[in-house]
């Protein structure tokens, strides 16, 4: 993987997400390469061979914090911040540093075990949040469609090592891609090691989409029989099939008082 520096750009960014002002994408690009991925549509290089870092991330953050009040900031919107190349260049490693410096606090969202790694850090900020993200019940199945991810089991383990540490812990069902997630199962899974489990669908916006090329090539190779079921299902939000299950999952919200935040 070839790492280089990116143009000058700002790190603390607006958030587009609800209740958070402010994100920190630590890379640009992630090696990661989840094929599913709606990022890659905004993609600056092939993530298969080169990811971005920022030049002086410490640096530029510490000017950054100056102009705002101390905050939770998001980590993890479009690029896991403990991809494989974090073990070396510690880009996440600086910015959580210079959080608690400043007297601010994080929610991450990954799909990596390396963040067990911060969890010191993570325990002395107020209130900071851990989410890990999962999709796939076969691991043989997520290969297909995760190019360098670690396997479901491995972020469960880290999962609940972060939970024994103290530390908040949330997870993310995403993508639920129609045919092939089995959602009950992963529920089963991460309700005793989170406060809160939110499901997504796969994210499609339309067929010229990098992300939905990916999937068509891979739905065609690796599952002729379901691809033109899944097809339908992705484009048209209204599909039955969306509809019996948000009614499935709001029925084991309601029976088990599990905390789901329903996006499907």
């Known amino acids: 993987m070839k790492i280089s520096t990116c143009s000058h750009r700002p790190v603390l960014v607006p958030c587009r997400l609800e209740n958070r002002d402010y994100q920190v994408d630590p890379y640009i690009g992630c090696e990661h390469y989840c094929h599913y991925c709606y990022a890659l549509n905004q993609a600056e290089t092939d993530w298969d061979?080169?990811?971005?870092?920022?030049?002086?991330?410490?640096?530029?953050?510490?000017?950054?914090?100056?102009?705002?009040?101390?905050q939770k900031l998001y980590m993890g919107y479009y690029t896991d911040p403990y991809q494989p190349c974090e073990a070396e260049?510690?880009?996440t490693r600086k910015a959580l540093e210079v959080?608690?410096?400043?007297?601010?606090?994080?929610?991450?969202?990954?799909?990596?075990?390396?963040?067990?790694?911060?969890?010191?850090?993570?325990?002395?900020?107020?209130?900071?949040?851990?989410?890990?993200?999962?999709?796939?019940?076969?691991?043989?199945?997520?290969?297909?469609?995760?190019?360098?991810?670690?396997?479901?089991?491995?972020?469960?383990e880290a999962?609940?090592?972060?939970?024994?540490?103290?530390?908040?812990?949330?997870a993310l069902i995403c993508p639920v891609i129609p045919y092939i997630t089995d959602v009950k199962p992963l529920i089963d899974m991460l309700a005793p090691l989170t406060d809160v489990i939110w499901i997504y669908g796969l994210s499609i916006e339309k067929?010229?989409?990098?992300?939905?090329q990916n999937v068509e090539v891979i739905l065609k190779t690796?599952?002729?029989d379901l691809k033109e079921q899944i097809d339908e299902v992705i484009f048209s939000k209204d599909h039955r099939y969306w509809t019996q299950l948000r009614q499935d999952?709001?029925?084991?919200?309601?029976?088990?008082?599990l905390n789901l935040n329903i996006h499907i």
């Open 159 to 170: 999962l609940s090592k972060l939970r024994k540490a103290g530390i908040k812990t949330s």
């Open 222 to 224: 690796q599952f002729p």
């Open 207 to 212: 067929r010229s989409d990098q992300n939905w």
């Open 49 to 70: 061979k080169e990811i971005l870092i920022h030049k002086d991330i410490a640096g530029q953050l510490r000017k950054g914090l100056k102009k705002i009040s101390p």
């Open 89 to 91: 260049y510690r880009q």
């Open 249 to 257: 999952l709001l029925d084991i919200q309601r029976d088990r008082q």
């Open 99 to 156: 959080f608690l410096e400043k007297g601010f606090s994080t929610s991450i969202l990954t799909k990596s075990d390396l963040i067990v790694r911060d969890t010191e850090l993570l325990k002395k900020m107020d209130n900071a949040s851990v989410s890990v993200s999962i999709a796939f019940n076969d691991n043989r199945i997520r290969q297909q469609f995760e190019a360098k991810p670690i396997n479901t089991e491995a972020r469960i």
